[in-house]
């Protein structure tokens, strides 16, 4: 699946620019990531033909737009879920899924399929302005699914929510694209989201009231390299992929994840029944890594992995940022300058990560 | 009472006509910029400030033998669409049509332009959006349109005198028939018909601000649409 885009578009206050051929190898969750007011929403918007734009835009074999003609949106099979779910208001539940149910040829099958896999069976009488933040997006989420687009786009559409409707749609989108085989462009300015959910990061950028696309890679690949723009959060975080250990391995509540040579072991809290899959993905917060010369064993940190450090960048705030490689993989850790001199950590060292958090994302 | 019904007869013609014409006009005005939407916001909004009669001055002139509407009465062998129930309906939808296009304009503008935009990316081409998302959500704002469009007309007078005259059962509304029975002292008919109007036009703002304070206190807060109740 590839999406060619080439357009510009002209607003007040900046230029979008982007010249990107976007490829899914499989289904999966591109994230376009940027700070607000960069243009992330502009762009889905163009892409569904909402904005005037100058330029291309070709999904697969199918012109959407060129110099000669301009598919409207509602001839693209291209559906989007918007910031706050935008239900219809004059229309109950049930009703705005039938909305784009009977306009797509979607089977009834399918229909029972998404409204149970996003858990609004129980809500399909109840008014909108009955729903909470977290059931509005659910039933937005389906209302898309239901036109069958080719492509689904996401605009930050949990940006509008507190944490617990959050982490209770997370999972939901997660799952979203391989069930439904299914790519997804999906708009954030959240590097949590990005954790949770990229495969893709396509990063774009405003600069002197220019908006580009600077980079455009898979998630591992941008999170390689110790200068990239998630590390300057606080929230920066790596990601460790490993194989979870089946069922006889549980103890004490305990999930046990093998990474190459090492493991982990999960709060069973988070492992979801439909990970059928061995493998899963493992987000970790850099300030939840502390670093150790020997390998404490009189600890209640339950997760000391061993490595090797292959990066330090100090950081203006007092801190410095630390990529540690362990089993050919990389973690980070966030710690007081302070501390990296009083342990005089130096690029080669063989320390060990003790890890105080480490959540199941995918 | 010939006259109340032919009054009835005109109001609901040309409120018709108005909602008709008023909703292309107030979702372009809502939601198109375009060159020359001053000018034409204007001239809509006109009659709310002209004096009657000299709007009905124009259109006696546009609508008699030798303006646009002669030509057009000649069309079916008439002279002139001056002191005719045409001529009336005619000068009815541009004399109210402000009161039917502001309140659209305004619940156009409240919905906004999103809802449609959904609609697009769910499928739905723009008259199908139209029909099935932008209509059921402005119906507050289309009572509203419908109510002051109608009442207005009922209680229109200078432009009727000056285009229709007082033709019983052709032209003779209610206020013209009002005023020739004050004229010749006949004050019972007067009375009769004065009341009979004032009721109504009472019961039907009355309705438009039950309507608007429901909307407004109602559980879809956030689709109170029933605008332009602001002209009253």
């Known amino acids: 699946m590839?999406?060619?885009?080439?357009?510009?578009?002209?607003?007040?206050?900046?230029?979008?620019?982007?010249?990107?051929?976007?490829h899914w190898d499989k289904p999966g969750i591109h994230v376009i990531f940027g700070e607000s007011g960069c243009g992330k929403s502009h762009l889905l918007r163009s892409i569904c033909g909402l904005?005037?734009?100058?330029?291309?835009?070709?999904?697969?074999?199918?012109?959407?737009?060129?110099?000669?003609?301009?598919?409207?949106?509602?001839?693209?099979?291209?559906?989007?879920?918007?910031?706050?779910g935008q239900l219809f208001a004059h229309l109950n539940v049930l009703e705005?899924?039938?909305?784009?149910?009977?306009?797509?040829?979607?089977?009834?099958?399918?229909?029972?399929?998404?409204?149970?896999?996003?858990?609004?069976?129980?809500?399909?009488?109840?008014?909108?302005?009955?729903?909470?933040?977290?059931?509005?997006?659910?039933?937005?989420?389906?209302?898309?699914?239901?036109?069958?687009?080719?492509?689904?786009?996401?605009?930050?559409?949990?940006?509008?929510?507190?944490?617990?409707?959050?982490?209770?749609?997370?999972?939901?989108?997660?799952?979203?694209?391989?069930v439904w085989n299914l790519p997804i462009l999906y708009v954030t300015h959240s590097i949590d989201e990005v954790m949770e959910l990229a495969d893709h990061v396509i990063l774009l950028e405003k600069k002197n009231g220019m908006a580009q696309i600077v980079r455009c890679a898979p998630l591992m690949d941008i999170l390689a390299d110790i200068n990239n723009p998630f590390n300057q959060h606080p929230n920066a975080s790596s990601i460790l992929l490993g194989n979870i250990k089946h069922e006889g391995y549980q103890q004490d509540g305990l999930h046990k994840v093998s990474l190459a040579e090492q493991f982990l072991y999960l709060t069973n809290t988070n492992i979801h029944s439909t990970h059928s899959s061995q493998s899963v993905r493992l987000n970790i917060h850099a300030s939840d890594v502390s670093i150790s010369l020997s390998h404490a064993m009189d600890s209640s940190i339950l997760n000391i992995l061993h490595g090797k450090i292959i990066e330090i960048k100090h950081e203006p705030s007092g801190h410095c940022l630390i990529q540690l490689e362990v089993d050919n993989q990389i973690i980070l850790s966030r710690i007081s300058t302070y501390s990296a001199q009083r342990l005089n950590l130096k690029v080669g060292m063989s320390v060990f990560a003790q890890i105080k958090a480490v959540a199941l994302s995918k | 009472m010939d006259s109340l019904l032919l009054t009835l007869k005109l109001a609901f013609i040309s409120t018709c006509i108005l909602l008709i014409i008023s909703t292309p006009i107030a979702w372009l005005l809502a939601h198109k910029q375009f060159r020359g939407k001053a000018f034409i916001e204007a001239l809509i909004a006109l009659p709310l400030v002209l004096p009657p009669t000299v709007l009905g001055f124009y259109l006696l002139i546009a609508l008699g033998p030798d303006g646009p509407g002669g030509w057009v009465a000649g069309l079916w062998g008439d002279r002139t669409l001056a002191f005719s129930f045409t001529g009336l309906v005619i000068g009815s939808?541009?004399?109210?049509?402000?009161?039917?296009?502001?309140?659209?304009?305004?619940?156009?503008?409240?919905?906004?332009?999103?809802?449609?935009?959904?609609?697009?990316?769910?499928?739905?081409?723009?008259?199908?959006?139209?029909?099935?998302?932008?209509?059921?959500?402005?119906?507050?704002?289309?009572?509203?349109?419908?109510?002051?469009?109608?009442?207005?007309?009922?209680?229109?007078?200078?432009?009727?005198?000056?285009?229709?005259?007082?033709?019983?059962?052709?032209?003779?509304?209610?206020?013209?028939?009002?005023?020739?029975?004050?004229?010749?002292?006949?004050?019972?008919?007067?009375?009769?018909?004065?009341?009979?109007?004032?009721?109504?036009?009472?019961?039907?703002?009355?309705?438009?601000?039950?309507?608007?304070?429901?909307?407004?206190?109602?559980?879809h807060k956030s689709t109170n649409t029933s605008g332009g109740s602001g002209l009253l």
Not at chain 1, 2 to 18: G, R
Not at chain 1, 116 to 140: M, T, Y
Not at chain 2, 105 to 134: C, N, Y
């Open chain 1, 2 to 22: 590839k999406l060619t885009l080439n357009l510009k578009l002209n607003k007040p206050s900046f230029q979008l620019s982007v010249h990107q051929d976007i």
């Open chain 2, 93 to 219: 939808v541009i004399y109210s049509l402000p009161f039917v296009v502001q309140p659209l304009q305004s619940g156009f503008i409240l919905i906004g332009a999103q809802p449609l935009q959904v609609a697009a990316t769910l499928r739905a081409s723009f008259i199908d959006g139209f029909k099935h998302v932008i209509l059921p959500l402005a119906k507050p704002a289309y009572i509203t349109a419908a109510t002051l469009g109608f009442a207005h007309t009922l209680g229109e007078f200078g432009v009727v005198l000056m285009i229709g005259g007082n033709i019983p059962n052709e032209t003779q509304v209610v206020s013209i028939a009002i005023f020739e029975h004050v004229e010749t002292m006949n004050y019972s008919s007067a009375h009769s018909l004065s009341g009979i109007l004032l009721i109504l036009s009472f019961t039907m703002l009355a309705m438009i601000y039950r309507n608007r304070s429901r909307s407004l206190n109602g559980k």
């Open chain 1, 96 to 178: 705005n899924l039938n909305f784009s149910f009977k306009r797509s040829s979607c089977t009834k099958d399918e229909f029972d399929l998404c409204i149970n896999q996003l858990n609004i069976q129980h809500l399909l009488k109840h008014e909108v302005n009955d729903l909470s933040g977290g059931e509005r997006q659910r039933v937005a989420i389906a209302r898309s699914l239901l036109s069958k687009p080719d492509l689904l786009l996401m605009d930050e559409p949990l940006a509008s929510l507190d944490w617990k409707s959050k982490s209770e749609i997370l999972p939901f989108i997660q799952r979203l694209s391989q």
């Open chain 1, 51 to 84: 904005e005037k734009i100058d330029g291309q835009i070709q999904f697969n074999d199918t012109v959407w737009q060129s110099a000669k003609k301009i598919t409207p949106t509602h001839k693209r099979n291209v559906s989007m879920v918007f910031q706050d």
